[in-house]
């Protein structure tokens, strides 16, 4: 059984063909500005290494920073109309409200305050005032406004009005397109509403860049189905990207720590992957990436939902070194890294021509930069150094040492011993981890939500349920289900036996299952 894996970075796009449980080839190429055209590149020269087969790969999974990148950038986001069900309640802060300025502008496509929501509890505010949402569907179809959000307070405990808005601004507006909070997950009204708002003012562009993949696999003769990476270390379907586009923001740095517990068979470490650009540092808790808890915020939009726990810093190949005084970063070339850094003839001195003077990498012609002095390579190396080891402590939650995988292009600049590290793994082919692990991910489903009126067991058996549905939606085969975490927590201050349960499962793809 074969499987593509391709990640597009700021800096490279490198692809895989996985066999089993050994990689069968890989290539590294430049990331183009429009994405598609690098991820083209690097099929064709997998092709050409490995020959015709891989064109007769099970799957091809494509892990992106496409649309992190289009909210970091404020460009292609489509115009939004906000609709929240909550009057009389919060009323004093408007959707869009806590949202940069300029992207708002970008985005914002007016908002509507309906009268309806639930308590906490699950009981009514106030009844659903259908007509105003009539009205507000009209409103929406005649500004030419073609994605829509929609939020009501404690949806995540009650969808009804949720679901109805939908049916309503649907017969008013036919061929909008909706998203509804409740299926983005998680409590906290603004934090809920914002992802929701992004995630619709990306439907565009997540449907132009899954076609854009689906023809590059097409004009190569590739016709396995096509998988995106999520920020959780899973994939899904197309047709889920389609609909969830910032379900895949994280997706590079997951793939790289699935792609560290693959090569070097360790489950729970630190993982560590430098790339063109950044470094990115979290931890592997069975496998998978440790979480985040907290609200995270995306291109300045404070949002909620499923990412990963995880550190970055201005440090990777690309990243331009400074004097006067003598500095690294954040700044990097990117993708320009082989016109301009040194040792391919450019002026622009950065870490991998550090990297290349020490003999920590080859690269271009070291000759280009023997004009650098050892002891000024020594003092980049241990700003570098410093820099990751500190933030290494910072992701670690225990005190005791735990082992730390090294991965990335820009793995050598990790120093070899870090206070608190029991051992740094470097693996083979760390320098495509990330491909690797988009190759090897797997499907999954989630459910996070409150359940009244039922034990503990029962809640969570029925968010088991519901879990499972949501990966075999995605395309999972259902008798490969593993649940890898389950959690209940009681909510003292909700009557009626109050119980939020979250479960998280996953499954092989199903067109795999069986091979």
């Given at each position: 059984?074969?499987?593509?894996?391709?990640?597009?970075?700021?800096?490279?796009?490198?692809?895989?063909?996985?066999?089993?449980?050994?990689?069968?080839g890989a290539v590294k190429t430049p990331t183009t500005r429009d994405v598609t055209g690098g991820v083209r590149k690097a099929l064709e020269d997998l092709i050409a290494l490995v020959g015709p087969e891989a064109k007769n790969a099970s799957s091809v999974t494509i892990g992106t920073t496409h649309f992190l990148n289009a909210v970091v950038e404020r460009r292609r986001l489509n115009k939004v109309a906000a609709v929240r069900i909550s009057l009389p309640a919060s009323a004093s802060l408007p959707p869009f409200v806590d949202w940069p300025?300029?992207?708002?502008?970008?985005?914002?496509?007016?908002?509507?305050?309906?009268?309806?929501?639930?308590?906490?509890?699950?009981?009514?505010?106030?009844?659903?005032?259908?007509?105003?949402?009539?009205?507000?569907?009209?409103?929406?179809?005649?500004?030419?406004?073609?994605?829509?959000?929609?939020?009501?307070?404690?949806?995540?405990?009650?969808?009804?009005?949720?679901?109805?808005?939908?049916?309503?601004?649907?017969?008013?507006?036919?061929?909008?397109?909706?998203?509804?909070?409740?299926?983005?997950?998680?409590?906290?009204?603004?934090?809920?509403?914002?992802?929701?708002?992004?995630?619709?003012?990306?439907?565009?562009?997540?449907?132009?860049?899954?076609?854009?993949?689906?023809?590059?696999?097409?004009?190569?003769?590739?016709?396995?189905?096509?998988?995106?990476?999520?920020?959780?270390?899973?994939?899904?379907?197309?047709?889920?990207?389609?609909?969830?586009?910032?379900?895949?923001?994280?997706?590079?740095?997951?793939?790289?720590?699935?792609?560290?517990?693959?090569?070097?068979?360790?489950?729970?470490?630190?993982?560590?992957?430098?790339?063109?650009?950044?470094?990115?540092?979290?931890?592997?808790?069975?496998?998978?990436?440790?979480?985040?808890?907290?609200?995270?915020?995306?291109?300045?939009?404070?949002?909620?939902?499923?990412?990963?726990?995880?550190?970055?810093?201005?440090?990777?190949?690309?990243?331009?070194?400074?004097?006067?005084?003598?500095?690294?970063?954040?700044?990097?070339?990117?993708?320009?890294?082989?016109?301009?850094?040194?040792?391919?003839?450019?002026?622009?001195?950065?870490?991998?021509?550090?990297?290349?003077?020490?003999?920590?990498?080859?690269?271009?012609?070291?000759?280009?930069?023997?004009d650098l002095a050892p002891d000024y390579v020594d003092k980049v190396l241990a700003i570098v150094h410093e820099r990751i080891a500190s933030n290494v402590d910072r992701i670690k939650t225990e005190a005791t040492e735990v082992p730390l995988i090294a991965v990335g292009g820009g793995a050598p600049l990790i120093p070899t011993e870090i206070p608190g590290i029991s051992r740094v793994h470097h693996v083979e082919n760390f320098a495509v981890a990330n491909a690797v692990g988009a190759a090897i991910a797997q499907i999954s489903g989630e459910?996070?939500?409150?359940?009244?009126?039922?034990?503990?067991?029962?809640?969570?058996?029925?968010?088991?349920?519901?879990?499972?549905?949501?990966?075999?939606?995605?395309?999972?085969?259902?008798?490969?289900?593993?649940?890898?975490?389950?959690?209940?927590?009681?909510?003292?201050?909700?009557?009626?036996?109050?119980?939020?349960?979250?479960?998280?499962?996953?499954?092989?793809?199903?067109?795999?299952?069986?091979?």
């Open positions: 059984m074969q499987r593509i894996g391709i990640d597009v970075g700021g800096t490279n796009t490198d692809a895989v063909l996985v066999d089993q449980d050994k990689v069968v300025e300029d992207v708002a502008a970008i985005a914002n496509g007016g908002h509507y305050m309906v009268r309806g929501g639930h308590e906490y509890d699950g009981r009514e505010i106030v009844p659903l005032d259908e007509e105003e949402l009539a009205r507000v569907g009209r409103d929406i179809r005649e500004a030419g406004i073609t994605s829509v959000g929609i939020s009501a307070v404690f949806s995540p405990l009650n969808a009804e009005f949720e679901e109805r808005a939908r049916e309503i601004i649907e017969a008013e507006c036919p061929g909008v397109r909706i998203t509804c909070s409740h299926s983005l997950g998680r409590l906290g009204l603004l934090e809920r509403e914002n992802a929701t708002l992004l995630n619709a003012a990306l439907l565009d562009l997540a449907e132009e860049a899954t076609d854009a993949f689906q023809q590059a696999l097409e004009q190569l003769g590739i016709t396995a189905p096509l998988y995106i990476a999520l920020n959780d270390g899973t994939v899904t379907n197309a047709e889920m990207t389609r609909k969830f586009p910032v379900y895949c923001f994280a997706s590079g740095a997951t793939n790289s720590m699935r792609g560290a517990a693959f090569l070097s068979k360790i489950e729970n470490a630190i993982v560590c992957d430098v790339g063109g650009t950044t470094t990115d540092i979290g931890s592997l808790v069975n496998g998978f990436p440790r979480e985040a808890n907290s609200t995270v915020t995306v291109g300045g939009v404070r949002t909620l939902f499923r990412m990963p726990d995880l550190i970055s810093i201005g440090i990777g190949g690309g990243t331009r070194v400074h004097d006067d005084p003598l500095d690294v970063g954040p700044d990097s070339v990117g993708f320009r890294l082989t016109e301009e850094a040194r040792v391919f003839g450019g002026d622009q001195l950065t870490l991998t021509d550090v990297a290349v003077s020490k003999g920590l990498m080859e690269a271009g012609e070291a000759s280009k930069i023997a459910a996070d939500q409150v359940f009244q009126g039922l034990s503990r067991d029962e809640a969570l058996a029925e968010a088991l349920k519901i879990a499972e549905e949501k990966a075999i939606s995605s395309g999972a085969a259902a008798d490969s289900l593993k649940t890898i975490e389950m959690e209940d927590l009681p909510i003292a201050y909700i009557p009626g036996h109050a119980i939020r349960a979250r479960v998280r499962v996953i499954g092989d793809i199903a067109a795999l299952s069986g091979l």
